[in-house]
């Protein structure tokens, strides 16, 4: 018989070690394609959106997917919410990869919100000096923020609109704590703002020791109907049960 098939939404640092895991499998990594040069897992790419949930549909009957799982960022809810839909449509097993959040620990100061919206609003009242690492997309959100000065990590340049009193650093991680504290340092930062993405957390660390506030913007709902696992190694027993190996 031939391999199943498993299609990977992913871009995350979990969807490519997934992919080179699953060595007996036919992989596809689905990219999303917005990062010119991304870095590209193990096994056959597309990059690209689908056309919906009905063309999400469509290729997974077309490619005869055996498995669907979303390893896509935490925050990525619209194709997440087509990839339920699309699962649903088609009967194909959906798995949900997904890191856990973070925990806040002793000497962290941190405040949850609910929205890049709520974050922007309430960082007046926290400094003047924010890093924001909230990724391009969402910069749009600070946009009439023109009381705090911004600096800004992303891969790539970040469209408008966008703060007035805004600095982008282009960069890439993994980061360290080393390097976390002398860029607050450097840039006499004193607020932080963050997703609650889950992974290496060497930003949160560097905040806590220089005793900075941290605003951390609460994760979307989890997508209907699926079966959530937090590890690569507890989605691949996962996909071993389901294709009966």
């Not at 499998?25 to 917005?34: D, K, Q, T």
């Not at 390893?71 to 194709?79: D, K, L």
């Not at 974050?119 to 003047?128: E, F, M, S, V």
């Not at 991680?173 to 609650?196: A, N």
Request: overall charge positive; glycine content about 10%.
């Amino acid at each position: 018989m031939p391999p199943l098939t498993v299609l990977i939404l992913g871009g995350t640092t979990e969807g490519r070690a997934l992919a080179a895991a699953l060595r007996t499998y036919r992989v596809i990594s689905s990219l999303a394609g917005r990062t010119r040069e991304p870095l590209l897992p193990a096994g056959e790419v597309r990059i690209g959106g689908f056309g919906g949930v009905d063309g999400l549909a469509d290729y997974l009957r077309a490619e005869r997917v055996d498995i669907l799982v979303d390893a896509t960022h935490p925050f990525a809810e619209r194709i997440s919410a087509n990839a339920a839909a699309a699962t649903a449509a088609t009967g194909v097993p959906l798995l949900v990869l997904r890191r856990p959040g973070w925990t806040e620990r002793p000497g962290d100061d941190w405040r949850r919100v609910p929205s890049l919206e709520a974050a922007a609003a309430l960082l007046p009242h926290l400094g003047r000096r924010v890093f924001l690492t909230t990724g391009r997309q969402g910069l749009a959100a600070f946009a009439g923020t023109g009381e705090c000065w911004f600096l800004a990590r992303s891969v790539e340049p970040p469209a408008p609109p966008l703060p007035p009193h805004l600095e982008v650093l282009l960069d890439r991680g993994p980061f360290t704590v080393d390097g976390e504290l002398r860029l607050l340092r450097d840039h006499r930062i004193d607020v932080l703002v963050s997703k609650d993405s889950g992974g290496a957390d060497a930003k949160l660390t560097a905040a806590r020791r220089q005793g900075i506030p941290v605003v951390l913007i609460d994760r979307p709902p989890r997508p209907p109907a699926a079966t959530m696992v937090n590890s690569v190694e507890s989605c691949i027993s996962m996909i071993s049960q389901i294709g009966g190996t």
